[in-house]
């Protein structure tokens, strides 16, 4: 069967639980599930309808096209968005009623489309209090503040919101999220100070919603949390109530017995020590499987193997430490083999630090030669809402 030849497993009871589980950590502020890149590589269709069924009051992506793409599969749901450029279709984001995120420039881009649509634009105001990104500096914002009231009553836009991105809160102890959340309150008072009513203020990401409380404001926006996954490196996701949502499978393609010193993959990078056992799994940074993550532990028949010699576009190998298994019967040929996922599969952090990045970067890479399979077996049953 194709479908099994290479899945990523998107277990929506997870995310649902996730997400039931960030509302009340953030509780009374709302929750905005993030779903740029493409939901973190984990599909951006069904993990919105499955954040939404859960109490997601908001949804965020990064592009406007992104936007765009979840209002054409009829999504209604409020959603921003928040990066743009000379090339983006503000028209399009005016026309299906995105909230716009606005650093400056866009404004007046942004008025235009407001202007030819006669429709209001529905704005977020971002000021940089300090990641140094996007958003508008300080040193401007009074000035963005006093064209935005000008726009407002022509109404040609309508600000809702004004928002903010930190820059360390994955490291709680740093002194920089008091600095950030100090510039954000002082840049709300002189919103509120020029005449603008505003409905959300939003500040906190994931690791924010956990660890500063004082952060929450009005609305949290949440993306790798909703994913299951922990942005802090002492707490995994079990110990943030979380649960992982994808899990990474293919099945050994290959297995044969070889002798001390045969050479594995291109490079010959790793030489056998003795005679041993190689399973070759079909998948490499084609599918996404990040090309250095040499030594990383796949699951096969309830143990962990390590990855040896370089990955290629297309493959793997794992070395499994034995002999006398590759002809077996109930040898490894055709057994799933799990690079990551949930309970008892190796974790997307083990991989992330193999690759010497993070548990962000390993899911969303994950290509689109690998299916994705939605897994949504509490549905409507009373089992979802149990733990709710
Ligand atoms: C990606 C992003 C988020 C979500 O961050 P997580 O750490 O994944 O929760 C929130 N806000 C903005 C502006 C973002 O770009």
Same mark, same amino acid.
């Given at each position: 069967?194709?479908?099994?030849?290479?899945?990523a497993?998107?277990?929506?009871?997870?995310?649902?639980?996730?997400?039931?589980?960030? &509302?009340?950590?953030?509780? @009374?502020?709302?929750?905005m599930?993030v779903?740029?890149?493409?939901?973190?590589?984990?599909?951006?269709?069904?993990?919105?309808?499955?954040?939404?069924?859960?109490?997601?009051?908001?949804?965020?992506?990064?592009?406007?096209?992104?936007? *765009?793409?979840? &209002?054409?599969?009829?999504?209604?749901?409020?959603?921003?968005?928040?990066?743009?450029?000379?090339?983006?279709?503000?028209?399009?984001?005016?026309?299906?009623?995105?909230?716009?995120?606005?650093?400056?420039?866009?404004?007046?881009?942004?008025?235009?489309?407001?202007?030819?649509?006669?429709?209001?634009?529905?704005?977020?105001?971002?000021?940089?209090?300090?990641?140094?990104?996007?958003?508008?500096?300080?040193?401007?914002? /009074?000035?963005?503040?006093?064209?935005?009231?000008?726009?407002?009553?022509?109404?040609?836009?309508?600000v809702?919101?004004? #928002?903010?991105?930190?820059?360390?809160?994955?490291?709680?102890? &740093?002194?920089?999220? /008091?600095?950030?959340?100090?510039? #954000?309150?002082?840049?709300?008072?002189?919103?509120?100070?020029?005449? +603008?009513?505003?409905?959300? $203020?939003?500040?906190?990401?994931? @690791?924010?919603? #956990?660890? $500063?409380?004082?952060?929450?404001?009005?609305? *949290?926006?949440?993306g790798?949390? +909703?994913?299951?996954?922990?942005? #802090?490196?002492?707490?995994?996701?079990?110990?943030l109530?979380?649960?992982p949502?994808?899990?990474?499978s293919?099945?050994?393609?290959?297995?044969?017995?070889? @002798?001390?010193?045969?050479?594995?993959?291109?490079?010959?990078?790793?030489?056998?020590?003795?005679?041993?056992?190689l399973?070759?799994?079909?998948?490499?940074?084609?599918?996404? *499987?990040? $090309? +250095?993550?040499?030594?990383?532990p796949?699951?096969?028949?309830?143990?962990?193997?390590p990855?040896?010699?370089?990955?290629?576009?297309?493959?793997?190998?794992?070395?499994?430490?034995?002999?006398?298994?590759? /002809?077996?019967?109930?040898?490894p040929?055709?057994? &799933?083999? *799990?690079?990551?996922?949930?309970?008892?599969? @190796?974790a997307?952090?083990?991989?992330?630090?193999a690759?010497?990045? +993070?548990?962000?970067?390993?899911?969303?890479?994950?290509?689109?030669?690998?299916?994705?399979?939605?897994?949504d077996p509490?549905?409507?049953?009373?089992?979802?809402?149990?733990?709710?």
């Amino acid at each position: 069967m194709t479908s099994t030849e290479r899945v990523a497993e998107i277990d929506l009871d997870a995310l649902r639980h996730n997400i039931r589980h960030l &509302r009340d950590v953030a509780h @009374p502020a709302r929750v905005m599930a993030v779903v740029k890149a493409n939901a973190y590589g984990h599909g951006a269709v069904p993990v919105a309808r499955a954040a939404l069924e859960a109490g997601a009051a908001w949804l965020g992506v990064a592009h406007i096209s992104e936007g *765009v793409a979840l &209002r054409r599969a009829g999504i209604e749901a409020p959603i921003l968005t928040w990066l743009h450029t000379a090339g983006t279709d503000f028209t399009a984001g005016v026309e299906h009623g995105l909230d716009l995120g606005i650093s400056g420039w866009e404004l007046e881009r942004v008025v235009a489309a407001a202007r030819e649509l006669e429709r209001p634009a529905i704005v977020h105001l971002k000021i940089d209090t300090g990641l140094g990104r996007n958003g508008c500096p300080p040193e401007k914002w /009074d000035a963005l503040l006093s064209r935005a009231v000008a726009h407002q009553e022509e109404g040609l836009i309508r600000v809702v919101g004004i #928002f903010s991105h930190l820059a360390v809160a994955d490291e709680p102890a &740093r002194p920089e999220t /008091d600095l950030q959340v100090q510039a #954000f309150r002082e840049a709300v008072a002189a919103a509120e100070n020029a005449g +603008i009513d505003v409905e959300v $203020r939003h500040l906190a990401n994931t @690791p924010a919603t #956990f660890s $500063r409380p004082d952060c929450h404001f009005d609305l *949290v926006r949440v993306g790798l949390g +909703i994913y299951g996954l922990s942005p #802090f490196s002492d707490q995994d996701s079990a110990d943030l109530g979380l649960r992982p949502v994808m899990t990474f499978s293919t099945t050994v393609s290959n297995c044969k017995e070889v @002798p001390a010193g045969q050479g594995v993959s291109y490079g010959y990078a790793y030489r056998t020590q003795k005679p041993t056992t190689l399973g070759l799994i079909p998948v490499g940074y084609g599918d996404g *499987v990040p $090309r +250095i993550a040499t030594g990383a532990p796949v699951l096969v028949g309830g143990r962990m193997y390590p990855v040896v010699g370089r990955i290629a576009m297309d493959q793997l190998v794992i070395d499994f430490g034995t002999t006398g298994i590759a /002809d077996a019967p109930d040898g490894p040929l055709g057994k &799933r083999a *799990v690079l990551f996922g949930g309970a008892g599969s @190796p974790a997307v952090e083990d991989w992330a630090a193999a690759a010497q990045t +993070i548990n962000y970067e390993v899911v969303t890479r994950i290509s689109d030669r690998v299916e994705r399979i939605y897994l949504d077996p509490g549905k409507g049953s009373a089992g979802d809402d149990a733990d709710a």
